[in-house]
């Protein structure tokens, strides 16, 4: 009887992600009157996910996500206009986060931290999923 061998093909499965954690900006974010009048401190944490089969390439920054480049961009969403709601503000957000073509996956937690008294915040998480 002749054994026969495979070669040991490894296969890896990676999740990447992409952190911007704690990042806090000075908003113009509420549906009160005093809210619209007076900016508020809001705390973004953001995951995104991308795309695990494409190897990230120094000579090709295209095959990664720049955390620096998408915390100009939230900054950019967020002095464009006063946004009233947080829901509102997150879709914006994934709208510009989405255009990168390897994100498959955004986390997004938006805290306001002054708004109500007793607390250290309120907020949302949303997660969102491009659908292939």
Sequence with gaps: MKIIKFKDKKKYRYIRKVIIKDLILK?????????????????????????????PDNNNLSSIVDYEETIDKITSITKEKHHELLEDLAENIFDTIFKNKIVKNINLKLEKLDIIKNTESVGIEVSKRKDE
């Design 27 to 55: 908003i113009s974010i509420g549906l009160h009157n005093f809210e619209k009048k007076k900016k508020q401190r809001v705390r973004f944490n953001i995951e995104i996910y991308t795309n695990s089969s494409i190897k």
